[in-house]
């Protein structure tokens, strides 16, 4: 396995696991999640709680896939050893953003 592959394959693990953390706060959610918050503090577009829990952690491993995978046909034949650390945080730009907005989703929904 390349080192690139390893990388993808935990950002997408990352991605997928926000779905865990859905699914532990699901009896707490609204019927309908709110997915855009407006200065003011009102909600804008909602979508339905199963596709909230179920469906958005897809969404984001799908992603994280098609993102990084532009990455690994950049860096074929790399190895380990030359896969230097910048160039591995860039497999994580995706799964970052996608934590920070979950969790920021679920604040704003719970409070």
């Known amino acids: 396995m390349k ?3 390893k990388h993808l394959i935990i950002g997408t693990v990352i991605c ?3 779905g865990v953390l859905f699914f532990a706060l699901r009896s707490r959610l609204p019927a309908q999640v709110p997915l855009q918050f407006r200065l ?3 909600s804008g577009n909602h ?3 199963d ?3 179920f469906g958005l952690p897809l969404v ?3 992603l994280n896939l098609a993102f990084s995978k532009q990455f690994l046909d950049n860096s ?3 190895t380990a050893r030359t896969l230097a650390a910048g160039s591995t945080l860039k497999f994580y730009i995706v799964p970052a953003i996608v934590v920070l907005l979950s969790i920021l989703t679920l604040v704003f929904t719970l409070r």
Do not use: K, Y
């Open 3 to 5: 080192a690139g592959e």
């Open 16 to 18: 997928a696991l926000m």
């Open 76 to 78: 074929t034949n790399v």
């Open 47 to 49: 979508i339905p709680r």
């Open 51 to 53: 596709l909230f829990v």
């Open 60 to 62: 984001f491993a799908a």
């Open 40 to 42: 003011d503090g009102t």
